[in-house]
C-alpha cells in the first residue's frame, strides 16, 4: 500500500457527510451530551470516564521504522519498532472502523506557538469529547485557511477499535504509533486523551531538533521584566501547579521549544491534575473549570454536579484540559525570550534531596540527563513502595533521539545565556513517604519566587554532605530548618542511610552517560555514594 493510497484513503472518508470539521466548543458541548459521552458539571465542565485506561500506556506506544527514523531513533524499550507493512495493514482497518460510525470529528490547528515553526495538525475522531480535548490542548488557528496542508500531521483516533495483538503486531488491543513517513499518529483501545498531546509531543521532539530547536518536557512563565522561567519535570512533580502563578504570565504548563529568539509553547492549553485541587491553594487553575474545559475522570455527584476533587475512585489520575486563556495572566500568542532561570521538580520520595539548591553547570547537566523522580505507591499498578526511577531530560517516554543530543543542547542554551539552574523537591520531607510528609505548597512557592527574582543568586549557602549540591541557608517565608534535610529528619542516622541509598541510585543509573559524560558524572554528581 503506497503512501499515496492511504493519505488518498483518509482524503476520502474525511469529505463524507458524517464528518463534523472544526465544531465550536458550544457545538461539541451539544454533541457530547446528546451522544451521552459525558455530563455537565455544576460549573459548565464536561465530565467524561475513560474506563479502563486512565493514563498513558508506554508499552503500547511504537515508532514505524522507516527511511526517515531507522537509523535516527534511539530504540529500546521506549521506542519500540513497528514495521511499514504492519503499520499501513492496521491503518487500513482502523480507517475501515471509522467508515463504520455515524458520525466523526475532526479539528485543524497546530503544534508551535511560533508561526516559524509550527506544525499543522488534523485530528480525526471517534468521540466529540476527544475532539474537545484536541480544540482546547492545540493551537486553535484564528482564520479558517491553514498553511502548509501537504506538511500537515493526522492523529487518526479509534478508542472503540481493538487491535488483535498476534494478527496486527501489537502488544496489547492498545496501541499509538507514530508514522513519521506517512505523517500520522495513529491511536485505538484507549480513551485516555493525553494519549493525543503527548503523541505530538513525540513528534515534536524528533522534529524540532531539524531546526536546531530544543523541545522540552517543561512549564515556562514570564516575569514583569520579561525574565523567563523553565520549570522541568516528570508527571507530577508540579510544573502546571508552580507555573500558574498570580504575578507571573503563563506561557504553558507542559511541553515548549527553546529556539534562537527564545521560547514558545507547543500546545494551546493545559492538562492539570486534579486530584485534591483546591481554590485556596491553587486558585487559577480551580477557576480554569468551566464551560468547555474537560474533566476526566474526575468523580461528580450525581445529582448536584458538584466535583470531589478528593475522590480517588476513578484514579489518582484525574485531569482538566482547558485552553491556556482560562488561565487569567497569560502571554498570547505563547512566545516569549530566553530563559534566565531554569528549575528542576523532582517529587523525592525518599524525602532526602534539599526542598531547594543552587546547581553548577555539571550538576545541571548531571541531573537532567539522570531526571530522577519517584514513583508513588498506588498511582500505578504494582507499585507498593515509592520507587526511584529516572527518566532522562525529564520526559524518556516522549524522545525518539538518543538522550544526549537534547542534553547537548540544552547545556550549549544554559552557557550562551547566562540561565541559573536550581533543583527543587517538591516531594517529601522530615522522613521518606509513609513517615515525613509532602513539602507545604506554600513553601516551595516562596522558595521558587525566590529564586526566580534573583534572591538566592548571592546568598549563603550549605553544601548538601552527600549529594554537593549548594542550599541557600535562608529564603524568605521558609523556616531554616525545612531548607537542610538532615535537619528536617528527626533521626540524622535514618537520613543519612537513606541519602546514601538514594545517592548509590543515582550513581548506578548514570552508568548509562559514563561514557559520553565522564565529566560529568565525575564533577555533577553526588560526591558520597557509598
Ligand atoms: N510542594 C508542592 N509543589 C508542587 N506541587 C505539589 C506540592 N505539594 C503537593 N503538590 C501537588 O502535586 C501535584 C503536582 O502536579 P502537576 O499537575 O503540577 O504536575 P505536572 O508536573 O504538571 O505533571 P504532568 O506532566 O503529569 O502534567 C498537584 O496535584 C499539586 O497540588
Ligand atoms: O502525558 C500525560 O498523560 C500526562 C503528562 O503530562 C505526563 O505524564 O507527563
Ligand atoms: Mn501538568
Known sequence: ????????????????????????????????????????????????????????????????????????????????????????????????????QNELFVFNGYAGADDKYQLPIQVVNEYAWHNLFAHQLFIRPEDTKLKNDAESFSIVSAPTFKAVPDIDGTNS???IIISFERRVVLIGGTEYAGEMKKSIFSVMNFLLPQNNILPMHCSANVGKEGDVALFFGLSGTGK???????????????????????VFNIEGGCYAKCIQLSKEKEPQIFNAIRFGTVLENVVINSNTRIADYNDNSLTENTRAAY?????????????????????????????????????????????????????????????????????????????????????????????????NVYLVNTGWTGGEYGVGERMKLVYTRAMVQAALEGELISVDTVQDPIFGLEIPAHVPGVPDEVLQPVKAWKNANLYEEKAHQLAQKFTKNFERFANVAPEISQMGGPIISK
Open 1 to 100: 500500500m503506497s503512501t499515496v493510497n492511504m493519505s488518498i484513503e483518509l482524503a476520502n472518508l474525511l469529505e463524507s457527510e458524517k464528518v463534523n470539521h472544526q465544531l465550536s466548543v458550544s457545538q461539541l458541548v451539544e454533541k457530547i451530551l446528546e451522544r451521552q459521552e459525558g455530563v455537565l458539571t455544576s460549573t459548565g465542565a464536561i465530565q467524561v470516564e475513560t474506563g479502563k485506561y486512565t493514563g498513558r500506556s508506554p508499552h503500547d506506544k511504537f515508532i514505524v521504522s522507516d527511511s526517515l527514523t531507522s537509523h535516527t531513533v534511539e530504540w529500546g524499550d521506549v521506542n519500540q519498532p513497528f514495521s511499514s507493512e504492519r503499520f499501513d495493514a492496521l491503518y487500513k482497518k482502523v480507517l475501515e472502523h471509522l467508515k463504520e
Open 173 to 175: 488491543e492498545t496501541f
Open 323 to 419: 485552553p491556556i486563556q482560562a488561565i487569567d495572566n497569560t502571554i498570547l500568542p505563547s512566545v516569549a525570550g530566553h530563559p534566565t532561570a531554569i528549575v528542576f521538580l523532582t517529587a523525592d520520595a525518599f524525602g532526602v534531596l534539599p526542598p531547594i539548591s543552587k546547581l553548577t553547570k555539571e550538576q545541571a547537566m548531571y541531573h537532567f540527563l539522570s531526571g530522577y523522580t519517584s514513583k508513588l505507591a498506588g498511582t500505578e499498578r504494582g507499585i507498593t513502595a515509592p520507587q526511584a526511577t529516572f527518566s532522562t531530560c525529564f520526559g524518556e517516554p516522549f524522545l525518539p533521539l538518543p538522550p544526549t543530543a537534547y542534553a547537548k543542547m540544552l547545556g550549549k542554551k544554559i552557557d550562551e545565556h547566562n540561565v
Open 240 to 262: 502546571t501547579t508552580l507555573s500558574a502563578d498570580a504575578t507571573r504570565r503563563l506561557i504553558g504548563d507542559d511541553e515548549h521549544g527553546w529556539s534562537s529568539t527564545g
